[in-house]
């Protein structure tokens, strides 16, 4: 089941609630035993029940390649100690006005692409976490790189009105094919709609076939 067209909470947009490495998933609290199987099964990783920030908006805050993760400050300790049950990665708390990394962060196994209103010494600190190169860069001129794009060690699918000169760098840091696309029936905002590792895609259930068709290409899931 390479891709699995799912609801969190009734919500299509997914991405907002949850995202995959290479070897776990992570989806907030209530949601029901036979989805997060289907999740399981469709990604194969284990995945963690748990909220951030005392919220269910995992995926707004969150980063994660198979390396490290990157949190926010507010994140509370014992939020933190269940994410590092999952295995001995990495796990670095960013000291940083900008809390919603997951919308400002892009990145995979090979590099990440940090939005460009994070500091320098944030950009270090997201390297030494991740143990990647980080450039810092924009999609459609806009920083916010990590809503607009979606990386896999396999590929990136993006915002269709990224830059020639965007996409470039992004290819050259990922060292992946970019692709560009929508999901969930029009959005331009992939991230929203989609949790995705090597292995598998879940995305939003309006996302219709020609979308389909692009994902499986873009990320190499078939």
């Known amino acids: 089941m390479p891709i699995l067209l799912s609801d969190i ?8 609630y949850g995202l995959s490495n290479e070897n776990f998933a992570i989806v907030p609290k209530g949601m029901s035993k036979s989805k997060i199987k289907r999740i399981s099964d469709c990604l194969k990783v284990n995945v963690l029940e748990t909220n951030l920030v005392d919220s269910r908006l995992i995926g707004i805050f969150l980063v994660a390649n198979t390396k490290g993760m990157i949190l926010p400050y507010i994140a509370q300790e014992n939020e933190i100690e269940a994410i590092k049950s999952l295995s001995d990665i990495n796990i670095g708390v960013l000291q940083d006005k900008n809390t919603a ?4 962060i892009l990145a995979n196994d090979n590099g990440a692409i940090a939005s460009s209103i994070l500091s320098n010494r944030t950009i270090r600190k997201i390297s030494d976490v991740l143990d990647v190169e980080v450039i810092k860069g924009k999609i459609s001129n806009l920083p916010y790189v990590g809503s607009m794009a979606l990386a896999t060690n396999e590929g990136v699918l ?7 000169s965007e996409k470039k760098i992004i290819s050259e840091v990922l060292k992946v094919e970019v692709t560009i696309g929508t999901i969930n029936n029009g959005s331009r905002f992939i991230r929203s709609g989609l949790i995705a590792n090597s292995k598998g895609a879940v995305v939003g259930y309006p ?3 020609k979308e389909l068709m692009i994902l499986t290409r873009a990320i190499k899931v078939y």
């Open 207 to 209: 996302t219709v076939g």
């Open 158 to 164: 993006t915002h269709p009105y990224i830059a020639d």
């Open 101 to 104: 990394l997951g919308n400002m």
């Open 9 to 16: 909470f009734g919500n299509p947009n997914i991405g907002i």
